[in-house]
């Protein structure tokens, strides 16, 4: 079956832009959680989704939210773009549904803030 | 979630086991060990987890002590692709519970030839 997938695969943009990622689950996967990996701070946990609710929340500005639709896709998106929230942005899906599962990653977005 | 403690880094020549401890000594009882590795610049990779029992699947081993303040994962036949960053992570797994993994700085795995 298909993998997780995240679109794009690279994106530059400027400072005090914002910016919208994508997510699409593995089909039947119902959670959808989100990473920024950096060199500086390794991989960190920003927010997962489970039926279109935001269930957990990492500790990253307003600046950085996400939402979740009905066919459980994702997006994130980051508002007023600045040089540090240059980073790799992973999704992740699991079942959700219950708590002994693990999760699948995509290949991540590689977003560049010049 | 119970932190985790790895070693920064570790060699292994390739054909030989790989065993990369992690020590979780404040895990509580309802929460699981889970393994991930993160080959360079890919998404992390899953590759076991376990709650008290050790487990065995296609790609390696998880033995977690007794007292299950610390784990050991086992890649039996370490190859060139193992080498990656592994991740050792406890959750908690109650159902519809979260999914939140907490990520540390994990063991960085070299296999040498």
């Known amino acids: 079956k298909a993998g997780v997938t995240q679109t794009p695969r690279y994106l530059i943009k400027t400072r005090g832009q914002q910016v919208t990622l994508s997510c699409s689950p593995i089909?039947?996967?119902?959670?959808v959680s989100w990473y920024q990996q950096t060199p500086g701070q390794g991989l960190q946990f920003l927010f997962e989704y489970f039926s279109e609710t935001q269930r957990n929340k990492g500790n990253f500005p307003g600046r950085f939210s996400g939402r979740q639709f009905s066919n459980s896709r994702s997006e994130m998106n980051v508002s007023t773009l600045e040089l540090g929230d240059s980073a790799l942005y992973l999704c992740a899906s699991s079942l959700g549904g219950t708590g002994d599962t693990e999760a699948f990653f995509g290949q991540g977005t590689r977003l560049t803030v010049v | 979630d119970a932190k985790t403690t790895q070693p920064t880094s570790m060699d292994c020549a390739e054909g030989r086991a790989a065993n990369l401890p992690c020590n979780h000594s404040t895990i509580s009882g309802n929460e699981y060990v889970y393994w991930y590795r993160q080959i360079h610049s890919q998404g992390p990779q899953y590759i076991i987890h376990?709650?008290?029992n050790n487990e065995t699947n296609e790609m390696a081993s998880l033995i977690i002590t007794e007292d299950r303040k610390s784990s050991t994962l086992i890649l039996p036949h370490a190859t060139l692709r193992d080498t990656a960053v592994y991740y050792c992570i406890v959750r908690v797994a109650a159902i519809y519970s979260g999914y939140a993994l907490n990520f540390g700085k994990g063991t960085s795995l070299l296999v040498t030839p």
């Open positions: 089909s039947g996967h119902r959670s």
């Open positions: 376990g709650l008290k």
